[in-house]
């Protein structure tokens, strides 16, 4: 188990250009999910998957932002259109829960994306 | 809306001493989970220790444990024999039971003094 990765690690990109994040959770984990972390603040919640079917959307995931999980394993975080107010670290996490008792629902986190849209 | 709030946003503590951060949080809900996080500078994030709501018990993980206090909605981290790699922000963060998105607060930083 090496845990949670994401890739790449830096990216820059210039405004109105696409951009798309990769995360691979902890192999046996059925829940991923993604956060937005901006410079001196807490993680916010954007959005996560049970297996393939994504749960929730936060009301920050505007309409460029799109996430996808299509076999279950590793996620991707598309984001169209860049605009400057973008640029943040996107966090990604994985956690298991099988729904009985004893499920600790525990989220491990990766090293995270910076995103630098200029 | 569940919100997490840390009242501390900078804390210091001498090296082997004991250091309490603070949080709150609020919920109209019974079956949660709270959890304290630390990130070291340019670090990813890493699970300090966890509280589930139903237990009275105080979670500890070696020099960490909390004072969960559910009436008052209180979950404080304290930190005993301070050591330099302890140096960090640190994150209290709130699940509910159905286990969605954490809501974190936004953090405590904490310098220890050599």
């Known amino acids: 188990d090496t845990g949670v990765s994401q890739n790449p690690r830096h990216k820059i990109t210039k405004r109105g250009q696409n951009v798309t994040f990769r995360c691979d959770p902890i192999s046996e984990h059925n829940r991923l999910y993604w956060y937005r972390q901006t410079l001196g603040q807490g993680p916010e919640f954007l959005t996560y998957f049970q297996n393939e079917a994504q749960l929730e959307k936060s009301r920050l995931l505007s309409d460029r932002f799109s996430a996808e999980r299509p076999k279950g394993s590793f996620s991707t975080l598309e984001i169209q259109r860049t605009e400057q107010g973008d640029s943040a670290m996107y966090l990604c996490?994985?956690?298991?829960?099988?729904?009985?008792?004893?499920?600790?629902?525990?989220?491990?986190f990766g090293p995270g994306t910076r995103l630098t849209v200029l | 809306a569940q919100t997490v709030t840390q009242s501390q946003p900078e804390m210091s503590v001498q090296e082997a001493e004991t250091v309490t951060l603070s949080c709150t949080y609020d919920t109209s809900e019974s079956d949660y989970y709270l959890f304290w996080y630390k990130q070291p500078p340019s670090r990813q994030m890493i699970l300090v220790i966890r509280?589930?709501?139903?237990?009275?018990q105080n979670a500890t993980e070696n020099r960490f444990s909390v004072n969960f206090q559910k009436a008052a909605k209180s979950f404080s981290l304290k930190i005993s024999d301070s050591q330099l790699g302890d140096a960090a922000m640190y994150f209290c963060?709130?699940?509910?039971?159905?286990?969605?998105?954490?809501?974190f607060g936004k953090g405590t930083h904490l310098i220890i003094q050599p």
């Open positions: 509280q589930e709501a139903y237990k009275q």
């Open positions: 963060a709130y699940v509910g039971g159905g286990a969605d998105g954490l809501t």
């Open positions: 996490a994985s956690s298991l829960r099988w729904g009985g008792t004893g499920s600790t629902d525990t989220q491990y």
